[in-house]
């Protein structure tokens, strides 16, 4: 049997083998790529910065797929039609739209928003969990992206089979077409109904915006690029990463704006939804250079930053006061515990077993792979202004007195005090701080109240969960519109729900406020506004250092 041709008479075997020789390349090229992206974050010891597993299996799967091909019958239609269905070119669509970004945290994560709680549910239906696939976690995760390697014939078919469908639907169909609609409508209802209180659901302020965008209620509302883009808004309403919804991107490589009303019409309908839209006559920044950039120097940019914006002058709460004055942030991991060892000795022993705390023993072993002074604290605090509140202080004070080492109760001296080379340990806190950190008043009873005063209404709930030393020290930097360092997880995680939950329903009030008041009112309630210091976020800016470290303290009485 003779081979069937294309459409230039080539036949379509040669055509294939063409083909997947192509492919085969362009993949070894693109794997090749992400593999030294993941060289250069071991060599940085950044390997769990960004996220590529997913990635790189995905690519090595095609790899796979593509050299099973390279071996089949090249005529075959099974074949032609595997080539034609290849997923690299969305691959590599992904990896390069993945180069023009910053703060590169991972790829094709899904988030999660909850359906309608069980109080509004019928008897016989569960609360439903959904999903939305990102294909790019990045600006350190405020932004989602979306890459789409759909063509504008695609998108045209699409369009007129659901224009088709609609056409020819009896009145019957229509009818219930319509009971389906408005029911979506009472469930993008429901799903943010005041019943709710888990940080998963959607918060109040999606009401409006959710129910506005319901693809229902747009023409192309059957494309599945529209509702992609609306589970994509919906999933970012039930998150908030630093208090704020995640942006949301799509990238059209093989879409133009311009070239027909009807393209025009989608990519208006995917605007409208809140999205970002990129064509291939509209690529995001810097992802066509003139002059291709090379990896080494590229893949630095790509990283995420080690610590979020922070203020010219940062507020420390007591986990990082004491991670500073800390042996294990100054005196060699082997010293620590050749010490440990040699002092827990007895005549009869016959071995040397640690006599330091397991928490303490994991502390070393990650100051040893990544000291957190050099590589994480000196590099974001040495060119700030440096200050803490009087609980802190004392409460750190205390801790060093009662159970710290003479070096780390010297150091804890040294910090509020001028500096002055006490020992080669502290020299270093003096030359690469501004010491001495400043301690500031707020500790009398009267000082909540006041820094509530100057606060959103959220943050009565917030102190109310708050012990008064965190109180103290989150509301003093709230107030103060400075950031927070802290390694204390468990209480930034409780600010970060309470202002979630909570702080969106203010927003909501203030929209609707501004929208009363109008542009006039909006100009008149500026100018009248209390000169009450700095205007404030809807939470506290707050950096969360992953790791901490513990006083080693004496032997006697030794804790964490």
Not at 309 to 338: G, K
Request: aromatic content about 4%.
């Amino acid at each position: 049997m003779q081979a069937a041709s294309t459409g230039d008479g080539t036949p379509s075997s040669q055509t294939s083998i063409t083909k997947v020789e192509e492919l085969l390349e362009k993949c070894h090229n693109l794997l090749s790529e992400i593999e030294q992206f993941q060289s250069f974050l071991v060599e940085q010891k950044k390997e769990s910065a960004v996220e590529l597993r997913q990635l790189r299996n995905s690519v090595n799967s095609e790899l796979k797929s593509l050299e099973k091909l390279s071996t089949a019958d090249p005529s075959a239609e099974r074949t032609i039609h595997a080539l034609r269905s290849s997923n690299l070119p969305f691959y590599t669509a992904v990896w390069n739209t993945a180069k023009s970004c910053t703060g590169l945290i991972t790829f094709f994560k899904r988030f999660y928003w909850q359906g309608p709680p069980a109080e509004i549910l019928d008897k016989a239906q569960k609360p439903e969990k959904r999903c939305a696939l990102v294909d790019i976690v990045a600006q350190n995760g405020e932004e989602w992206i979306k890459v789409s390697t759909v063509t504008e014939a695609r998108l045209l078919f699409e369009k007129a089979k659901a224009h088709w469908e609609d056409a020819s639907s009896s009145p019957e169909e229509s009818d219930e077409e319509e009971k389906e609609k408005e029911e979506m409508n009472d469930e993008l209802v429901a799903a943010i109904s005041p019943l709710n209180h888990n940080h998963n659901f959607l918060p109040t302020t999606a009401l409006k915006e959710s129910s506005k965008q319901n693809p229902n209620n747009d023409p192309n509302h059957k494309l599945e690029l529209l509702t992609v883009a609306h589970d994509l808004r919906l999933a970012s309403l039930a998150t908030r990463i630093r208090y704020k919804h995640p942006t949301i991107r799509f990238v059209l490589p093989k879409v133009s704006s311009g070239t027909s009303p009807e393209i025009d019409s989608i990519i208006t309908s995917i605007r409208n939804t809140g999205v970002i839209v990129h064509c291939a006559n509209n690529p995001p920044p810097h992802s066509s250079p003139l002059i291709p950039i090379p990896l080494p120097t590229l893949f630095p940019s790509l990283l995420p930053s080690p610590f979020p914006p922070l203020t010219p002058t940062l507020n420390l709460d007591c986990t990082i006061l004491l991670a500073l004055v800390s042996d294990l942030s100054h005196i060699p991991p082997t010293t620590i515990l050749s010490s440990s060892s040699s002092s827990s000795q007895t005549p009869t022993t016959t071995t040397t077993p640690p006599t330091l705390h397991p928490s303490l023993l994991r502390q070393l072993t990650l100051e040893t792979s990544s000291p957190l002074l050099p590589t994480t604290l000196y590099p974001a605090l040495s060119s700030r202004h440096l200050v803490c509140t009087s609980p802190a202080a004392t409460r750190m004070r205390e801790i060093t007195a009662q159970i710290g080492t003479p070096s780390e109760q010297a150091r804890a001296e040294l910090i509020f005090s001028s500096p002055s080379p006490l020992s080669s340990s502290a020299s270093t806190l003096t030359t690469h701080l501004r010491l001495p950190i400043r301690i500031v008043p707020a500790s009398d009873s009267a000082t909540t109240p006041l820094l509530l005063s100057r606060l959103p209404p959220v943050a009565k709930s917030v102190a109310a969960k708050l012990s008064p030393i965190n109180q103290s020290v989150f509301l003093y930097g709230w107030a103060e519109g400075i950031a927070t360092v802290s390694s204390n997880r468990g209480v930034v995680r409780v600010v970060e729900e309470c202002v979630g939950r909570e702080g969106g329903e203010e927003e909501e009030e203030e929209e609707e406020e501004e929208d009363q008041e109008g542009a006039k009112g909006k100009e008149e309630s500026i100018k009248n506004r209390d000169d009450r210091g700095p205007i404030v976020e809807p939470g506290p800016a707050v950096w969360l250092v992953e790791v901490a470290r513990s006083l080693v303290g004496r032997e006697k009485g030794r804790r964490v």
